[in-house]
């Protein structure tokens, strides 16, 4: 697609429930990465995938969080349980590993509501 | 690990005036990037203007240009003839020329623009 295409938009679920949010990135862009964006805060790195493999996952906050790509494309951000302070923005980018330019593509992310 | 900081959480210009947005970096890298990021209502990150460590002149992007002081890690962002359009979230950003590429982000500044 021409840009990073995020889904759903908004999500509001009950406490306990586990919720999927999905990132389709730009075409032919190898490296997708999730962020979170808590309420008027910086961006927290999440996870890191180049082609379907997750080289640093360092910044899953809990064994409550996963996440999968597959076919080098379509990632699922997964969360088990979701806790109150699971609410937050999920953000997703891409980028096309063999530029040089360090840029990431965002997407309008994904509003994660716990109630 | 890199650090990013932004030591405003807000600022506040009147449409036409010049503002200058604060960043400060920590690494032990020489080889890196740096990124300042708009984030609007909509929540999508765009990228406003990029510099690469390598380079000693200053990006510029119309209205948008950087103070980028290597030996004390400062990367300001400068804003002149403001307009209501450029009200939003700025974020800095940081990272290493490797394959990884992950953005370490600033916890933001907060624009305001009075008509």
């Known amino acids: 697609g021409a840009g990073v295409s995020q889904s759903p938009s908004n999500k509001v679920t009950e406490k306990g429930k586990d919720v999927e949010l999905r990132c389709d990135p730009i075409?032919?862009?190898?490296?997708l990465y999730w962020y979170r964006q808590s309420l008027g805060q910086g961006l927290e790195f999440l996870i890191y995938?180049?082609?379907?493999?997750?080289?640093?996952k360092s910044g899953l906050p809990s064994d409550r969080f996963s996440a999968e790509r597959t076919g080098g494309s379509v990632s699922t951000l997964t969360i088990q349980r979701t806790q109150q302070e699971d609410s937050a923005v999920y953000l997703c980018?891409?980028?096309?590993?063999?530029?040089?330019?360090?840029?990431?593509?965002f997407g309008e992310g994904s509003r994660l509501t716990v109630l | 690990a890199q650090t990013v900081t932004q030591s405003q959480p807000e600022m506040s210009v009147q449409e036409a005036e010049t503002v200058t947005l604060s960043c400060t970096y920590d690494?032990?890298?020489?080889?890196?990037?740096l990124f300042w990021y708009k984030q609007p209502p909509s929540r999508q990150m765009i990228l406003v203007i990029r510099?690469?460590?390598?380079?000693?002149q200053n990006a510029t992007e119309n209205r948008f240009s950087v103070n980028f002081q290597k030996a004390a890690k400062s990367f300001s962002l400068k804003i002149s003839d403001s307009q209501l359009g450029d009200a939003a979230m700025y974020f800095c950003?940081?990272?290493?020329?490797?394959?990884?590429?992950?953005?370490?982000f600033g916890g933001g500044t907060r624009l305001m623009v009075k008509p």
């Open positions: 075409s032919g862009h190898t490296a």
């Open positions: 995938f180049q082609g379907n493999s997750a080289p640093d």
């Open positions: 950003a940081y990272t290493e020329n490797n394959a990884g590429n992950m953005l370490t």
């Open positions: 510099q690469e460590a390598y380079k000693q």
């Open positions: 690494t032990s890298e020489s080889d890196y990037y």
């Open positions: 980018a891409s980028r096309n590993a063999g530029g040089n330019t360090g840029e990431l593509f």
